[in-house]
């Protein structure tokens, strides 16, 4: 299985209880974006994946370490900047990139468009057609 078309990597390491913690994975933004209306917790995705309940003192820890972020992929791009990743500029933009993660295959199947980027006037004009179902 290939890696996602937009995706990143995200890891973070931390000491509780005289242990070394390391955890890694790879955030599929396609799939958050399907799944969510708003952006998830990093911490809670890394929490679920090694099974460490939100309710722990390793929880606790681990939210206080810092994300390290590598490898971005499609969507992330826009958000790494000097190798920090803008997690509040995502979180803020959610509602738009949610928009052409659901319109791309859709513009592909009925216009032969790859990238909706390529087309900023169509762009904008199916996100606020989006936008408006969305309200209604």
Not at 40 to 65: C, F, G, R, T, W
Request: hydrophobic residues 40%; glycine residues 6%.
């Amino acid at each position: 299985m290939g890696m996602p078309e937009n995706c990143i990597g995200v890891s973070v390491e931390f000491s509780f209880k005289g242990e070394n913690y390391h955890y890694a994975t790879v955030v599929d933004l396609d799939q958050l974006l399907r799944q969510h209306d708003e952006m998830p917790s990093i911490h809670e995705i890394l929490a679920k994946k090694y099974q460490v309940d939100s309710y722990s003192y390793l929880y606790e820890v681990m939210l206080e370490a810092e994300l390290e972020f590598r490898d971005p992929h499609g969507l992330a791009v826009n958000y790494l900047t000097e190798g920090k990743f803008d997690l509040p500029s995502l979180a803020t933009n959610w509602p738009e990139a949610k928009a052409l993660i659901l319109l791309q295959p859709v513009v592909k199947e009925e216009l032969g468009i790859t990238d909706l980027n390529l087309h900023p006037a169509l762009r904008r004009a199916l996100i606020e057609a989006y936008n408006l179902g969305r309200k209604a």
